[in-house]
């Protein structure tokens, strides 16, 4: 089973950027769509971005449109989530998951794969 490690995730000030990676143990964004979720203390895990899939343009939540944006490095099975203008209710641990493309355009976390350990951003003001 593929295994995705998320790390880049660190202390920071508003305004500050940030980007966070994802890597895989195998090439499964070439059979599947990354996105990221985030869990902030005292909230519900929620939906953060998901890759693009053919003409569609990769899907943001609202409160990071902007802001944030996702990319990929095939060649690295690799994924990468730049957050930029930082805010605090930006603090949360970031999970990397991945979707079938049949899920394409889902923000529900049920769709996506499993849980990894996430990596933490912490942003003051």
């Known amino acids: 089973q593929v295994q995705l490690v998320e790390s880049g995730g660190g202390f920071g000030q508003a305004g500050d950027s940030v980007r966070l990676s994802c890597a895989a143990s195998?090439?499964?964004?070439?059979?599947?769509?990354p996105g990221w979720f985030r869990h902030a203390p005292w909230k519900e895990r929620e939906f953060v971005a998901v890759e693009g899939w053919r003409d569609i343009s990769p899907l943001y939540a609202d409160s990071v449109k902007g802001r944030f944006t996702i990319s990929r490095d095939a060649a690295k099975n690799t994924v990468y989530l730049q957050l930029n203008s930082l805010k605090p209710e930006d603090t949360a641990l970031y999970y990397c998951?991945?979707?079938?493309?049949?899920?394409?355009?889902?923000?529900?976390?049920?769709?996506?794969?499993?849980w990894g350990q996430g990596t933490q951003v912490t942003v003051s003001s």
């Open positions: 195998g090439p499964i964004f070439e059979s599947s769509l």
């Open positions: 998951k991945t979707t079938p493309f049949s899920k394409f355009g889902s923000t529900d976390a049920r769709d996506f794969g499993p």
